[in-house]
């Protein structure tokens, strides 16, 4: 199983409400990502989960919260969200294996398109 | 600060041509990726290069890699419209863990 699966598909918002989107990856990867990509550009690197800790904010706004409850799941909670936050939300899974040496290569999921009103 | 850089952004070529997608990068990289995107859709990972001089091909598709030269090529024979998509590169860098530097893409359309 090398896939990386997302939902929901689509999620359209207002700015007031809360919502969270879901990355599930079952390839004993332990090093999960969130992506932000505006059309017509390179994905933006948002959060870093390594061995289910939080490694790297790429100092997102505090209104994406991300969270790993364990080494197969990846949430990230939106809340308060303006509308300039529209984009696709790409999440992404690595091997990281102390002591080895992995290709590196990030699987991607197929990615949520927000819509924020 | 790390800098990827992708020419041309923006590729229109009829089929049967060939062309190459050109990756520069401003600092020591140990593996580079391509990968291609379709309109509205995730990335494909397309090829993963580890070391100098590694070439891998596939289809219509080979991508190089030039660690001395901080430059990664992808060559495209004989296009079809099939292969009409954005594509990546992007850079890791060991000492930053597995964190992905992305080209600016590199948007192909192929016309028949």
């Known amino acids: 199983d090398t896939e990386v699966t997302q939902t929901p598909k689509h999620l359209v918002m207002g700015m007031t409400n809360k919502k969270s989107l879901k990355c599930e990856q079952h390839?004993?990867?332990?090093?999960m990502y969130w992506y932000k990509q505006k059309a017509k550009k390179p994905p933006e690197l948002m959060f870093v989960y390594s061995y289910e800790k939080l490694s790297i904010n790429e100092s997102v706004p505090s209104r994406f919260s991300p969270e790993c409850p364990n080494s197969s799941l990846l949430n990230l909670h939106l809340h308060a969200l303006q509308p300039e936050d529209s984009a696709l939300y790409l999440c992404?899974?690595?091997?990281?294996?102390?002591?080895?040496?992995?290709?590196?290569?990030?699987?991607f999921g197929p990615g949520t398109r927000l819509t924020v009103t | 600060e790390l800098k990827v850089e992708q020419n041309p952004l923006f590729l229109s070529m009829q089929e049967g041509k060939n062309y190459t997608i050109y990756c520069n990068y401003s600092?020591?990289?140990?593996?580079l990726y391509w990968y291609r995107q379709d309109p509205g859709k995730s990335l494909e990972s397309l090829f993963v290069l580890l070391s100098n001089g590694a070439v891998k091909q596939e289809g219509r598709l080979m991508a190089s890699l030039d660690t001395k030269a901080r430059l990664s090529t992808l060559h495209i024979t004989a296009a079809v419209h099939d292969l009409s998509a954005t594509y990546f590169c992007?850079?890791?860098?060991?000492?930053?863990?597995?964190?992905?530097?992305f080209g600016t893409g590199t948007s192909l359309t192929v016309i028949p």
């Open positions: 992404a899974s690595s091997r990281r294996t102390s002591g080895s040496i992995s290709t590196g290569e990030q699987y």
């Open positions: 600092t020591t990289s140990d593996r």
């Open positions: 992007a850079v890791d860098i060991l000492r930053t863990g597995n964190q992905f530097y």
């Open positions: 390839m004993g990867h332990r090093a």
